[in-house]
């Protein structure tokens, strides 16, 4: 592919094809974009929807979002999109494996993304034409992707999905996987160098905790130690009256503002709610309590915002091996992870241990759906409903944490209960008003709830599809005929979760 040079005000060099607003472009090329593209108004938006046989419900952008200006998108036009000359070259460009050059796009726009560090952008109006192509993919190119990117078990789901009375399926799978093979070590964009801090920045940082007193003060003395200390710090702490030592957060001993909340309420939403309210600062911080933080953590997440122009980012958790673990164990982890730390790219997760928002799209959302009290999947639903709305989150290698994961405490020891049957059994938020009896749901209900608020119905058909194949088949093979004489019994169970998820639904987000 042939493409044209454009070099931008600052310097830096662009590849195209077509016709983009080059005035445009340079301005978008001061920002986190690396792939930018007008692709919706053209006939690429949702295309290839045959991904969602490999990630139905746990792949963030498989749906291209609505009513957005602009938004990350890997369904590139190989007739229509700029990219960075540095990005391109560190990438490959098009894959000629592939005989369409719509897979050839569409391929390398979703292992830029998925894999490879690079920020894919739709922007509307940056190219013109709205002429409408017909996306035509063959079996044989379906295959070869899945084949190229990921383990053999998915392409024969799409198989089974597909039909196995279908010889013309059977024959584009079988080239595939004899003349392909799984991709690794593909390269990894780098990260920016982080520009110097502008301004005076304000941030509020705040720490839920439970049960956990001694970790949290542990925190705190980290967060005193920091290079750009945070304006204000809020405790939300549901520890027990019985329990607790309210003599132990004295706000004397530090030089930030001190707010402590001892929580009435239940559950981690809830206390990041009520810890939200009390922020005053710019950029709002979210931590565990069981975290070590290195002496820079702040000052990078605010470089790294200002340096990529986004909107919020997620730091690099690093689980410790042992809850006694120290800064040292995080210097060897990341020393361990060699290049693959510095992944910087559009975040595929969001987690409340380690990330960083500006408050301003934080009171946009309100604050955590509390429906997940109880249960799993409320960090995700937040930075997965902030990019929904056109925010950028990005991943951020530069501001890293140990997770300490003590054996006891925190916010799922109320959770616990959960995996109880019987009369010990306490109820849990997300049952409202019908308590498990007989049937555990499984999976959980709080996640059946996320994949039926953020995805379409068809892609929860093929969740369904895929979780009981992979109940069947991917266990020990002595046991399976156990587990397919089980499979009425899991398929309650999956039923019952769906039954607590379309109540959750039925009441809407809320964060009170």
Same mark, same amino acid.
């Given at each position: ?90 990438? /490959?460009?098009?894959?000629?494996? @592939?005989?369409?050059?719509? %897979?050839?796009?569409? #391929? +390398?726009?979703?292992?830029? !993304? ?84 502008? /301004?005076?920045?304000?941030?509020? @940082?705040?720490?839920?905790? %439970?049960?956990?007193? #001694? +970790?949290?003060?542990?925190? !705190? ?105 120290? !800064? ?185």
């Amino acid at each position: 592919m042939i493409l044209q040079e454009h070099k931008t005000a600052s310097g830096e060099i662009i590849l195209y094809n077509g016709r983009p607003d080059l005035e445009q472009l340079d301005a978008l090329a001061k920002g986190y974009g690396d792939i930018w593209h007008s692709s919706f108004e053209q006939g690429y938006k949702n295309a290839f929807m045959d991904l969602q046989h490999q990630s139905s419900v746990l792949f963030w952008y498989i749906n291209d979002f609505d009513n957005l200006d602009q938004c990350v998108s890997w369904r590139i036009n190989p007739n229509h999109f700029a990219i960075r000359k540095h990005v391109w070259e560190t990438l /490959g460009g098009f894959d000629s494996d @592939y005989e369409s050059i719509q %897979m050839q796009a569409l #391929d +390398f726009g979703y292992v830029a !993304l998925r894999v490879q560090g690079a920020v894919p952008l739709y922007v509307k109006g940056l190219f013109q034409s709205q002429q409408q192509e017909q996306i035509r993919i063959s079996a044989r190119d379906r295959y070869v992707f899945y084949i190229k990117n990921f383990k053999i078990d998915h392409a024969l789901f799409m198989l089974y999905r597909k039909g196995l009375y279908k010889i013309s399926e059977w024959r584009a799978f079988l080239y595939a996987k004899n003349n392909f093979k799984q991709i690794g070590n593909r390269p990894i964009l780098a990260p920016r160098k982080l520009n110097p801090l502008e /301004g005076r920045p304000t941030v509020s @940082y705040i720490i839920p905790t %439970m049960l956990r007193q #001694d +970790f949290t003060l542990r925190l !705190l003395d980290d967060l005193s130690l920091q290079t750009y200390p945070p304006t204000q710090v809020v405790v939300v702490d549901a520890t027990p009256q019985d329990k607790r030592d309210e003599s132990l957060y004295d706000p004397k001993n530090f030089d930030f503002e001190l707010k402590v909340i001892w929580q009435q309420s239940k559950g981690s939403c809830r206390a990041r709610n009520e810890g939200i309210e009390l922020c005053t600062g710019e950029y709002i911080v979210f931590g565990d309590d069981d975290i070590r933080i290195p002496a820079d953590f702040i000052e990078n997440h605010l470089r790294f915002l200002q340096t990529y122009q986004a909107g919020g980012c997620n730091g690099l958790d690093i689980m410790a091996t042992a809850p006694t673990q120290n !800064l040292e164990d995080l210097k060897l982890r990341l020393v361990s992870l060699g290049e693959s730390r510095w992944y910087a790219g559009s975040t595929q997760m969001f987690s409340n241990a380690n990330s960083c928002v500006k408050k301003k799209y934080v009171d946009r959302l309100i604050g955590n759906d509390i429906n997940y009290d109880g249960g799993y999947g409320e960090d995700g639903d937040f930075g997965l409903s902030l990019i929904k709305l056109g925010i950028p989150v990005l991943h951020n290698p530069f501001s890293t944490n140990l997770h300490l994961k003590p054996p006891s405490g925190g916010y799922r020891f109320w959770g616990a209960q959960a995996k109880m049957m019987g009369k010990k059994r306490k109820t849990q938020p997300w049952e409202l008003d019908t308590p498990v009896k007989w049937i555990r749901p499984v999976p959980s209900p709080t996640l059946m709830y996320q994949f039926h608020k953020q995805f379409l119905p068809e892609q929860l058909t093929e969740f369904r599809h895929k979780y009981f194949f992979l109940y069947l088949f991917k266990g020990p093979k002595a046991s399976i005929l156990l587990r397919l004489l089980n499979i009425p019994y899991r398929q309650l169970q999956f039923n019952r979760s769906i039954f607590y998820a379309k109540k959750l639904l039925a009441l809407g987000v809320r964060t009170k």
